[in-house]
């Protein structure tokens, strides 16, 4: 819901039934669902390949639904031979990481056998040589140039036709001269924070090769160029398997979140109406973080909301405490931006099943669906939209007829879309990672 879109929350119903149609063992080429939510989506055991190798995009799957046709991009289920799997996640271990940076796993397909080693800037890259059979994945913060040319020569140096690509975390500057001296370097580079004026570029959400929609974006009225812009690039600026955008995730391994969309607490037990727990003064928010304490203030009467401010980054309460316990037990998270517009606390709140409140961005709308949320222009709309968020829950509990609240019906959105998000992602890396690796022909 966008600013402004707040409107019949009393006939926001439960979503229909979800029919799931099961195909057995034969060759998958279309199928129509009906759907409100596409689930699970389990891309590669439940999608078999038509067996053509050479096309440069998969073949469609269309499910439709009744907000319009969500198109799945079709994958092989083959899984590839032992040598052709081989993954190294090289891990920048300067500053903040290794230990903040276990993430990449996660997002990959199951079919990669991948290991974990780190090195500090460019003088560990030698460790990196003594297996030339595997690919290799760079998960770095700075020094960039050097990298590049790392990954430049490394092909001629081994004697390998083994891929280098790149996950270039912290980037919430946008430097613009290592982003154009050095991507097209790698065979494929991740990233997080996003922009849709990306230097000459395409940036791809990632999830949109798999489970795009032909519905134009407000950001682009050209659908297919948003959503399935073609791989192999042609732009020599870019790499040959393109720059993908990620969301950023949680701060803290999944161990304390690992929950399904449908096991989310319903918001009309959640006793803490609004909830945020962060640093007051953080470089670059540019007051957004005063902005929403002065509007939520403004209608405190209405929200009781509970915000704390601490002195440091991630300082508050232990990840237990604050997921399973300040997070389930709150109907909506407050998600003001912090060093950049993008923050890992979104990520957090659509896990745990709040209702994410926060400000109008163009990434909120760059994936193949737009981020559930209370969502506006500023921090005064979007203390408004809240208050009447609430209202309206209170009504519905008090109504013996009515079955789910507004704001029930869009925590289960967030907490829907935070999983078919993640699937959309997986499916995504096995293609790019597929052609990337060689397993599938780029001719």
């Given at each position: ?10 006939s ?13 063992i ?7 669902v009906?759907?409100e ?6 891309l ?10 050479s ?10 639904s ?34 903040k940076?276990?993430f ?5 397909p ?26 290799l ?27 280098v ?27 997080h ?8 570029m395409?940036?791809r959400?990632m999830?949109?090769?798999t489970?795009s ?7 682009d ?34 161990v ?34 005063q ?46 931006r ?9 990520a ?8 994410p ?10 994936t193949?669906r737009?981020?559930?949320?209370i ?51 997986v ?17």
């Amino acid at each position: 819901m966008t600013a402004g879109s707040y409107a019949n929350l009393s006939s926001h119903s439960p979503k229909s039934s979800v029919l799931w149609a099961f195909i057995g063992i034969a060759i998958l080429t279309s199928v129509n669902v009906n759907v409100e939510h596409f689930r699970r989506l389990h891309l590669y055991n439940n999608f078999n390949h038509d067996g053509d190798n050479s096309s440069d995009q998969p073949p469609i799957i269309q499910l439709e639904s009744s907000s319009g046709m969500i198109q799945l991009q079709q994958h092989t289920t083959d899984t590839p031979p032992l040598q052709q799997s081989l993954l190294t996640i090289a891990v920048d271990h300067y500053v903040s990481c290794p230990d903040k940076c276990i993430f990449v796993h996660q997002n990959l397909p199951p079919w990669v056998r991948y290991r974990y080693v780190d090195f500090e800037n460019e003088n560990g890259l030698s460790l990196l040589d003594t297996d030339p059979s595997s690919h290799l994945l760079l998960l770095v913060r700075t020094n960039i140039i050097k990298l590049a040319e790392y990954a430049e020569q490394r092909r001629a140096r081994l004697k390998t036709n083994t891929s280098v690509g790149m996950w270039h975390m912290a980037d919430e500057r946008f430097c613009q001269g290592e982003i154009e001296n050095t991507y097209h370097k790698f065979d494929y580079v991740l990233r997080h924070y996003y922009r849709s004026d990306f230097f000459g570029m395409k940036l791809r959400a990632m999830g949109n090769i798999t489970c795009s929609s032909s519905t134009p974006n407000s950001i682009d009225d050209n659908s297919t160029t948003l959503y399935n812009p073609p791989l192999p690039t042609t732009n020599p600026k870019e790499p040959k398997w393109g720059i993908h955008w990620l969301h950023l995730d949680a701060h803290t391994p999944t161990v304390h979140m690992s929950r399904s969309a449908t096991s989310i607490w319903p918001t009309y037990k959640r006793p803490t109406n609004c909830s945020f727990i962060g640093r007051k003064d953080v470089k670059r928010s540019v007051g957004e973080r005063q902005q929403m304490q002065d509007a939520i203030a403004a209608r405190q009467s209405d929200l009781n909301c509970t915000i704390e401010m601490t002195n440091s980054f991630a300082s508050g309460e232990e990840p237990f405490q604050y997921y399973n316990q300040r997070l389930a037990s709150t109907k909506i998270g407050l998600s003001p931006r912090g060093s950049a517009i993008e923050t890992h606390r979104l990520a957090e709140i659509l896990r745990m099943g709040s209702v994410p409140a926060l400000k109008d961005e163009e990434y909120v709308h760059a994936t193949f669906r737009s981020v559930p949320g209370i969502i506006g222009a500023n921090w005064t709309s979007i203390a408004d939209q809240m208050v009447e968020y609430l209202a309206n829950e209170k009504a519905a509990a008090s109504s013996p007829s009515s079955s789910s609240s507004a704001l029930q019906t869009l925590a289960q959105e967030a907490a829907q879309f935070s999983q078919d998000l993640h699937d959309c992602v997986v499916a995504d890396m096995d293609y790019i990672l597929r052609r990337a690796f060689g397993i599938i022909s780029s001719d």
